[in-house]
């Protein structure tokens, strides 16, 4: 996964003037998207490690996205 380019440089500029709440749908978005694509599953910690590293994005803001992505992985 390393290898391909998840995120182009258009959309990594778009994600960083994002507020949380647009942020939080977006990921959402786009994981539904890739997971219907690839039929995988979600790996949650390597998301929360490949999210902590876009810049903006520290700790206390990482942890409120993986609650809201958790929350809806369990409805």
């Given amino acids: 996964m390393a290898d391909r380019e998840i ?4 959309t990594y500029k778009k994600i960083k003037k ?7 749908k977006f ?4 994981g539904d998207k890739l997971l219907g694509e ?3 599953t979600i790996d949650l910690p390597a998301l929360e ?3 902590s590293k876009i810049k903006g994005i520290g700790g206390k803001r990482l942890e409120e996205i993986m609650s ?5 992985l369990e409805e």
């Fill in 18 to 24: 994002m507020d949380r709440e647009t942020l939080t």
């Fill in 27 to 30: 990921i959402l978005q786009y």
């Fill in 38 to 40: 690839q039929g995988k």
């Fill in 7 to 10: 995120i182009d440089r258009e």
């Fill in 68 to 72: 809201v992505i958790e929350k809806f």
């Fill in 49 to 51: 490690v490949e999210l």
